[in-house]
């Protein structure tokens, strides 16, 4: 239960802890680059957290401190933008203030707490340590032809970017 909770908490404080956190859209013959977070508070994004479901009062799992993102841990959920996005790239920043841990990004979110109540039917951008890079789909398969060639060697540098 626990590692379930953490990864719940972990996909929540990656997306909670972005530094930089911009979007890029691509669909006009402009580009132009805007943050999703404006380093003061939540505006521009709300919260998933099934253990609010109960009307009890729960401690906030999210806040903003000296600029930045921070996820409490518990109880356990999502930070969700207000907007819908499309044809975008997104660019993070973050780093492990402790030992590592476990965390992702999700994206092209849908059903929600599709998978054990908790977790959008998505694709995961991974972060989790050991596997960042990788993009795990969540409530559905999708297969990629010659993915290990595609990803390149293991050696290589990469910027998580997408």
């Known amino acids: 239960m ?3 909770r953490f990864h719940l908490c972990a996909i929540v404080v990656a997306v909670l802890s972005l530094l930089g956190c911009s979007l890029i859209e691509t669909g006009s013959e402009e580009i132009s680059a805007r943050s999703l977070f404006n ?11 099934p253990a609010a479901d109960s009307g009890d009062p729960v401690p906030a799992s999210f806040s903003v401190q ?3 993102l921070i996820s409490h841990g518990s109880p356990g959920g999502h930070l969700i933008t207000d907007e819908e996005y499309s044809n975008y790239t997104l660019t993070i920043e973050y780093r492990w203030a402790g030992d590592p841990g476990n965390c992702g990004i999700l ?3 849908s059903t929600p707490r599709r998978l054990y109540g908790m977790f959008p039917q998505s694709i995961e951008c991974q972060m989790y340590h050991g596997n960042a890079g990788d993009f795990w789909c969540i409530g559905e398969d ?7 060639q595609r ?12």
């Open 2 to 4: 626990k590692s379930w």
């Open 39 to 49: 380093g003061q508070d939540l505006s521009g994004w709300h919260t998933d957290i």
């Open 66 to 68: 000296d600029g930045l």
């Open 107 to 109: 994206v092209h979110a």
């Open 142 to 148: 999708i297969t990629v032809d010659n993915m290990e």
């Open 151 to 162: 990803r390149g060697p293991r050696e290589r540098w990469g910027v998580e970017e997408g």
